[in-house]
């Protein structure tokens, strides 16, 4: 069965392992013990001390504190319920202005702002830009993903999650 | 005798049957044990990579017979091996696109009792380009021809080209201003085209009176054959080594076993729940010539996907909520939409071999009737539903890779493909003959960022997993136009951590023809047509065009003077404005203009892919680099990622690492201190939602989402507190 180190898992996370490497790394036969060495480096790189139960998005991961499951930022800040939008407990700036726009697309054509914005989600702590949604005026924020935790815990890694 | 297929079943009901096991027992064509695997997985496993073999070898020897710069260059060519009930058994590379569209096909015409009538005999040949009988688009040709082993029927052989001119109201083979089915060109719905490994000659003959450039679709068709009676032969080969039972049991166990193979890569790569995300495609028509006035000029299309993973791990993908088929050629046929899953597939989760129509049973697409993606309208135009295809699948590259992030596999999170703007063209060519082509370069667009690295630079299109732009001197010789720049556009991939790969435009001058059409279609410029991921932006949308009518380019070679030869990085004119006299147009949108002539410039740009991860966490020593070979510029690596630059002894720049931190803090202080709680964002655009005070493309958007969509209608409302229909339906504010 295939497998790396932590070492190895951590440097390929943090995109560090040279190329030749991560190149092998895609071509072989996954890993099955991935998950868990991810976890465990993702937890090393944070400095509290709630157990990750699973990564979301590049520094969002739903972890257990205490009695409940929440979505937290890698700096500490807590989003709330997992199984609820972090979105909408999040920071957002929205860029709807040609001027606005302009600051990201410095030398292109732009979009038009009354078809299409740029919505920025932040965490309202550290300031990391977690998510950019580009969007039509009016649509509503999307709830990007809304992970079976206990199936995945019991049916695929066949560690059920204590309720 | 030769019709006699090989059970006494009927191929109709045979079909009908393998359908039925399906449905009964959850496994293909009733399969519930995989005996010969069991029985001897080395022979099994030596079976399938010789019918690979079979199939990779006959598509390489075909691209050898076309004329096509599209298949010899670029490789836009797939061959398969089928069941005879149509499922493929196995496939070469290419645009895997195909393999299920011809599934689609071949099950078809044997629901459609061809066996009675045309009649299905050894040595037939069977094409098709009717996206409604199965392909994406009409310039996507198919062949099949049956394998008959002793008289019995055992099997197909497929193989798809993409046609570079088909024949419609424009020049090129996505013909962009169809907007019925009755102009997109020569159709041939599921038709036998010849007998005994015999192209018909009327046949030939209905192509060379129908089309600008039949040598293309002609030597393909002959290319097509060729590989489909090598695969043929092949086949049969090994039926006498290996016998015709076990050639009947082990070509399904090959398609259970894919089944079950993709069931598990989900198991093993992704995480189970629902993922959503979302993209949109601006369709600009108001004012161009040609196109008639059958519904509004002007469209925004929304396209939701909500993808399920269950725990048995079957992918399903839910379309609801986007917007209805329109009098355009984006449309898009079921057979489509399988298309596009199956060629996502086999790149993002198949990527070891066994890849065949297994893979595509273990998912499932809902595709709302009456929209875009299943149109109740037989009659609409499909042939340039790329422009929503390649979007749409683009999401589902970005929702997979959100699995695969979480799941710990970050090496194969990639932030999808983008939409390939695409330039058609015809007239008169360089040598004074009659001539129409599609330009293959757009095959090499950039790619999404990945999770660890940037996306890979003119190098990716999701169509076409071999991609490449293919050599200037071969398209310069199969059109009226001379290359005076090929470069790359900076800041063409989505700002991020990692960048999406870079695109290049094309600057040309038009040589030798008094007469040339230039059309371009699959651009989308007022809005996103992609996304980034995790914090990355998404790619810039599609860049004007930008062309010189009787330009002074020859006078000022003919002096020396400087040329330009890409329109620069400044937004509002361009280096061609700068530095050549002529008549400048700015066009937005596709391409439909009077013909242009010898003399005159024309660009076009391709697009980069969407940025993943924050832009402020960004490597400043590869941000130097970047602006120092033009894939970024200084104003972006300042202004957007926060990178301060200095100029080393020879010029060239060097990332200063510490005044960089201190930039990038004070940018972050920025980001909060302009940001506000979303809570605060809704409340106060809740108002501007109740009043519908949006862009009148916008509204309609909303309107047709709403008509068509209880559940759009239902969150739309919930989101924003309010009753979405009375706001935007009849009734409502205009």
Redesign the interface.
């Given at each position: 069965m295939t497998s790396y180190s932590k070492e190895i898992?951590r440097d390929?996370?943090s995109?560090q392992?040279p190329?030749p490497q991560?190149r092998r790394?895609?071509s072989a036969?996954?890993d099955?013990d991935?998950?868990f060495?991810?976890?465990a480096v993702h937890q090393d790189r944070v400095a509290w001390k709630d157990p990750i139960l699973?990564?979301?998005?590049?520094?969002l991961f739903i972890c257990q504190s205490g009695d409940e499951r929440v979505t937290r930022c890698e700096c500490g800040h807590s989003f709330g319920d997992y199984r609820k939008n972090w979105?909408?407990?999040?920071?957002?700036?929205?860029r709807n202005t040609e001027e606005t726009l302009r600051?990201?697309?410095?030398?292109?054509?732009?979009?038009?702002p009354?078809?299409?914005e740029?919505r920025?989600?932040?965490c309202?702590e550290?300031?990391?830009?977690?998510?950019?949604?580009?969007?039509?005026?009016?649509?509503?924020?999307?709830?990007?993903?809304?992970?079976?935790?206990e199936?995945?815990y019991r049916?695929?890694l066949g560690k059920p999650l204590q309720p | 005798m030769l019709d006699k297929p090989a059970s006494a079943l009927r191929l109709r009901e045979r079909l009908l049957d393998s359908e039925r096991l399906m449905e009964e027992t959850g496994c293909y064509d009733g399969i519930t044990e995989l005996s010969l695997r069991n029985q001897d997985p080395l022979k099994f496993e030596t079976l399938h990579t010789k019918l690979r073999a079979y199939c990779v070898s006959a598509r390489e020897m075909a691209r050898r017979i076309s004329a096509s710069p599209g298949v010899r260059e670029v490789g836009e060519m797939v061959v398969a091996i089928y069941t005879p009930e149509g499922d493929a058994i196995a496939l070469s590379n290419g645009i895997m696109v195909h393999v299920h569209t011809m599934s689609r096909f071949i099950k078809w015409m044997i629901k459609n009792n061809y066996e009675d009538n045309p009649r299905i005999r050894e040595g037939d040949i069977f094409a098709n380009n009717d996206a409604f009988i199965g392909t994406v688009q009409v310039p996507d040709v198919m062949d099949v021809v049956p394998i008959f082993h002793e008289g019995t029927l055992v099997g197909w052989a497929g193989a798809v080209c993409h046609e570079l001119e088909a024949g419609g109201i424009t020049p090129g083979g996505d013909v962009c201003l169809a907007q019925e089915r009755f102009t997109e060109g020569l159709f041939v719905c599921a038709e036998k085209i010849g007998e005994n490994d015999e192209i018909r000659r009327d046949y030939v003959i209905r192509c060379e009176r129908n089309l600008r450039m039949p040598i293309y679709w002609v030597l393909d068709e002959k290319a097509k054959v060729a590989s489909c009676i090598d695969m043929r032969e092949s086949v049969k080969q090994l039926i006498s080594e290996i016998g015709l039972d076990y050639w009947m049991k082990v070509s399904k166990e090959f398609i259970e076993e894919g089944r079950r193979a993709q069931l598990a890569r989900t198991?093993?790569?992704t995480?189970?729940?629902?993922?959503?995300?979302?993209?949109?495609y601006?369709h600009v028509t108001a004012g161009k010539p040609g196109f008639q006035p059958l519904g509004d000029p002007d469209w925004?299309y929304?396209i939701p996907i909500e993808m399920e993973i269950g725990?048995d791990g079957k992918i399903t993908m839910d379309f609801e909520g986007t917007q209805p088929w329109g009098y355009h050629s984006m449309n898009c046929t079921p057979a489509g939409m399988d298309g596009g899953m199956f060629v996502t597939l086999t790149q993002h989760m198949n990527f070891?071999g066994l890849v065949n129509d297994g893979a595509w049973m273990a998912t499932e697409l809902k595709l709302p009737h009456g929209t875009w993606t299943n149109p109740d309208n037989e009659m609409v135009a499909t042939a340039t539903s790329w422009a929503l295809l390649l979007p749409a699948y683009g999401v589902f590259q970005r929702l997979l890779s959100?699995s695969f992030?979480?799941?710990?596999?970050?090496?194969?999170a990639f932030v999808g493909q983008v939409n390939s703007p695409m330039i058609e063209m015809g007239g008169e060519s360089q040598y004074g003959t009659p001539f129409g082509m599609a330009h293959f370069e757009c095959a090499a667009a950039g790619s999404g960022a990945l999770?660890?690295?940037d996306g890979l630079d003119t190098a990716y299109v999701g169509w076409n997993p071999e991609s490449d732009m293919g050599n200037i001197e071969v398209w310069e010789q199969s059109m009226p136009m001379v290359y005076i720049g090929r470069s790359i556009v900076?800041?063409?991939g989505g700002?991020g951590?990692?960048r999406g790969g870079c695109s290049f435009i094309s600057t040309w001058l038009i040589n030798k023809t008094s007469h040339l059409r230039l059309h371009t279609s699959e651009h989308s410029?007022?809005?996103?047509d992609n996304?980034?991921m995790?914090?990355?932006?998404?790619a810039?949308?599609?860049?004007?065009h930008r062309a010189v009518r009787n330009s002074n380019i020859h006078e000022l070679a003919a002096k020396g003077e400087p040329l330009a030869h890409a329109p620069g990085?400044?937004?509002h004119v361009s280096d061609y404005e700068r530095n050549i006299g002529g008549d400048h147009v700015v066009v937005e949108g596709p391409y439909i203009t009077a013909p242009h002539k010898q003399g005159d410039i024309f660009s076009h740009s391709y697009n980069g892919g969407g940025g993943?991860?924050?832009?402020?966490e960004r490597d400043p020593v590869k941000t130097a680099w970047d602006v120092e070979n033009g894939f970024l510029?200084r104003?972006?690596a300042d202004?957007?990622f926060g990178i301060v630059l200095k100029d080393d002894a020879e010029g060239y720049p060097v990332a200063d690492v510490d005044a960089t931190v201190k930039r990038r803090a004070a940018m972050?202080?920025e980001?909060?201190a302009?940001?506000?709680?979303?809570?605060d964002?809704?409340a106060a655009?809740r108002g501007?939602?109740e009043k519908a005070d949006?862009?009148p493309?916008?509204r309609k958007?909303?309107a047709s989402a709403i008509k068509l969509s209880p559940r759009f209608t239902k969150?739309?409302s919930d989101?924003?507190n309010v009753d979405a229909r009375s706001i935007f339906t009849a009734g409502a504010k205009p």
């Open positions: 898992i390929l996370a995109g392992l190329w991560t790394i895609m036969y996954k099955d991935r998950f060495k991810m976890v699973l990564p979301v998005s590049d520094h979105k909408l407990k999040a920071a957002i700036h929205v600051e990201i697309y410095p030398n292109s054509d732009l979009p038009d009354a078809w299409m740029i920025e989600f932040i309202p550290c300031g990391t830009l977690h998510e950019v949604e580009a969007a039509a005026p009016g649509y509503p924020i999307v709830h990007d993903f809304e992970p079976d935790l199936g995945f049916d695929w | 198991r093993q790569l995480v189970p729940g629902i993922y959503r995300g979302h993209t949109f601006g925004l929304n725990t070891e959100r992030v979480a799941r710990g596999y970050v090496e194969e999770a660890i690295k900076p800041n063409s700002a951590k990692y410029s007022r809005v996103f996304g980034g995790c914090g990355g932006y998404p810039p949308t599609c860049q004007k990085t400044d937004p993943y991860g924050d832009v402020l510029t104003e972006a202004q957007v972050r202080k980001r909060l302009r940001a506000i709680p979303v809570a964002w809704i655009e501007r939602v949006f862009a493309e916008v958007m909303y969150d739309f989101f924003w």
